[in-house]
């Protein structure tokens, strides 16, 4: 696991120590830069850069329009199970909380599948919960296999599998990952990580990596902002990024930076990380990596979600449910967290394009 023991020489590296230099010349210095280092980085999510928020917007509009156009990919989150052997503290699905649970059948995920299909989606994402034992391998190939007559991209947000089953699964269409290593502050993922098989640390973080040497096109990894300093987790998904990058270079990587929205529980956020630091994070990724993708999820309300469109997002989630089986059941069960977007399709659609942008269903064709 090459790109993982590179990452690891980061979680050393004093942050706070390295923060205390920053001052107004390293952001524009960071900002006159066309590849940046990780100093440059943090300087721009430091709170130096605040006062360079328009100069950090033009940049990150310019690299954007540059690299990707005006096109804003759109696809759903399908969530298949909910059955859980983890008790994170932050999570809906936590096998600390007591609600019956559901699994998709073989006709429900082809009903789901068609409901998605017909709002226009050709891009999907697949979850659960943890539990191999309700939602084997098995399970996932044959909702992938059913859904594969559908959708042009499939991609997985599961428990984290082993290398050889990450073959598997691609075998049967699956193309794409996203992972995240909610926190990558040991002590505090060790804390919000009370049991199950979620708090090794070391496993997740080399799930990324297995999914690379699986040959999947595409994988995205991020953070959830409120479990731990902030400042830090956006610096360690960087460098976790950059070690990836570096290593293997023909995946697409991307990057997300969802914040913790309510959830079943009592668990109440640490930290806050306001709308204007969210803004600036964005940027700040969008300019230390301009050729990845980040995504934009429904946890982020309307009118956030609308002024960030033109600032570096190129892909969104609508129409989202966060509970098992969303598209075609009229039954509610547990969400896995609220949404805040709860615009139709057609409503996310009409706002991205007048912003001057191209929704886009589909963005690449498979060869058989």
């Excluded at 942050?15 to 590849?35: F, H, N, Y």
């Excluded at 999907?124 to 296999?145: F, K, R």
């Excluded at 995946?251 to 990380?273: C, D, H, K, T």
């Excluded at 969400?335 to 690449?364: L, T, Y």
Aim: some cysteine; overall charge negative; proline content about 5%.
């Amino acid at each position: 696991m090459r790109a993982t023991e590179s990452f690891l020489q980061w979680l050393d590296f004093d942050i706070d120590g390295a923060l205390a230099s920053v001052d107004e010349t390293a952001v524009k210095k960071a900002l006159s830069k066309d590849v940046l280092s990780p100093f440059d980085f943090l300087a721009l999510v430091s709170e130096a850069a605040e006062p360079f928020l328009e100069v950090m917007a033009r940049k990150a509009m310019e690299l954007t329009a540059q690299h990707f156009g005006r096109a804003v990919l759109l696809f759903a989150p399908l969530y298949l199970a909910d059955y859980c052997q983890n008790q994170c503290l932050y999570c809906g699905f936590s096998a600390r909380n007591r609600f019956p649970r559901h699994k998709l059948s073989r006709d429900e995920i082809e009903a789901n599948g068609e409901a998605l299909y017909q709002q226009g989606f050709r891009h999907i994402l697949l979850l659960t919960g943890d539990s191999p034992v309700q939602t084997p391998v098995d399970y996932l190939e044959e909702a992938i296999e059913i859904l594969s007559r559908r959708f042009e991209s499939i991609a997985v947000e599961v428990y984290p599998l082993e290398q050889h089953d990450y073959q598997r699964l691609r075998l049967k269409g699956l193309d794409g990952l996203t992972i995240y290593q909610e926190t990558y502050d040991r002590a505090v993922y060790d804390e919000v990580h009370p049991s199950g098989p979620k708090k090794d640390y070391l496993y997740r973080l080399q799930t990324p990596e297995r999914g690379a040497l699986a040959g999947l096109r595409w994988i995205t990894l991020g953070a959830l902002y409120g479990l731990a300093n902030p400042i830090h987790d956006a610096f360690w998904t960087a460098m976790h990024l950059v070690s990836l990058k570096k290593f293997y270079p023909f995946v697409e990587w991307g990057v997300s930076l969802p914040r913790m929205n309510p959830a079943e529980g009592i668990f109440s956020p640490r930290y806050q990380l306001s709308d204007k630091r969210f803004v600036q994070f964005l940027l700040a990724f969008r300019i230390f990596f301009p050729t990845v993708g980040i995504t934009l999820s429904t946890r982020e309300r309307p009118e956030m979600r609308d002024i960030l469109i033109p600032l570096g997002i190129t892909k969104m989630s609508a129409g989202s449910h966060t509970e098992v089986g969303g598209y075609a059941s009229e039954e509610k069960t547990v969400p896995q967290f609220e949404i805040a977007d709860n615009r139709s399709v057609e409503e996310v659609v009409a706002v991205i394009r007048s912003k001057g942008f191209d929704p886009v269903f589909k963005d690449w064709v498979g060869v058989v």
